[in-house]
């Protein structure tokens, strides 16, 4: 069965400071990933997936992830972090064979000026 | 912009009212999805319409009814509705999954913001 831990529920970073979401992941199969933004009162925007390609994964906004399978972990990562990446991000993995999403109970970034 | 849009934006009802929330893409896409957003919790996934069929009905209470009347459109017809259905409910949609296109990404709409008084 598929599963989803975000390892952190609060992070807080300086503004230029860079950023570091952890996400681990179980999943019996090659599994599908992705990292997702919800900003206040709005929906969640796709940042980028992971579906077997490139194990390093661009995104918007300068994000990026990599996929581990020895770590069983796709950590979101952006070099260097600007007010308005302040938001809740979710890590959610896709059951294999299914359209089913597995989500992760967020983390909520706070970026410092 | 988004293109996968929801009204209302916010919605106040009290137990014995009769809502409907609305969805609509503008992405092509052929699968369309309701979840349930509460505090502190994961979300949910509530119901699931691929090519305008329903194809997932995750334990949902009656007093939620779903309509898909086509591909670019979704409904939620709320009715006799409980203080813990107060929620942020978020439509979604895909590319369609029926010839085994899984792992399509989800998009979703801003949400409709639910308190049921």
């Known amino acids: 069965a598929q599963s989803v831990t975000q390892l952190d529920s609060h992070v807080s970073v300086s503004e230029g400071t860079p950023v570091l979401l952890r996400c681990n992941y179980s999943?019996?199969?090659?599994?599908?990933l992705f990292w997702y933004v919800q900003h206040p009162n709005k929906g969640l925007q796709l940042l980028l997936k992971?579906?077997?390609?490139?194990?390093l994964v661009k995104g918007i906004n300068g994000f990026e992830a990599e996929f581990k399978k020895s770590e069983t972990s796709f950590h979101l990562t952006k070099p260097s972090a600007h007010m308005s990446d302040a938001a809740e991000y979710f890590c959610?993995?896709?059951?294999?064979?299914?359209?089913?999403?597995?989500f992760g109970t967020g983390t909520r970034l706070k970026v410092l000026a | 912009e988004t293109g996968v849009t929801q009204t209302p934006r916010h919605l106040v009802m009290g137990m014995t009212n009769k809502k409907s929330l609305k969805c609509e893409q503008h992405l092509g896409h052929n699968a369309m999805y309701w979840y349930k957003q509460s505090a502190k919790k994961p979300l949910e996934l509530m119901f699931v319409y691929s090519l305008e069929e329903r194809v997932e009905n995750n334990s949902v209470p009656s007093r939620f009814s779903p309509e898909c009347p086509n591909s670019s459109h979704l409904f939620l017809h709320l009715h006799t509705l409980q203080p813990e259905d107060s929620a942020l409910y978020l439509c979604?949609?895909?590319?369609?999954?029926?010839?085994?296109?899984?792992?399509?990404?989800?998009?979703f709409g801003d949400g409709t913001r639910l308190s049921i008084l």
């Open positions: 959610v993995v896709s059951v294999s064979g299914t359209y089913k999403y597995i």
């Open positions: 979604a949609s895909s590319q369609d999954f029926v010839q085994g296109r899984f792992n399509q990404p989800q998009h």
């Open positions: 999943s019996s199969y090659s599994p599908s």
């Open positions: 992971y579906t077997s390609a490139a194990t």
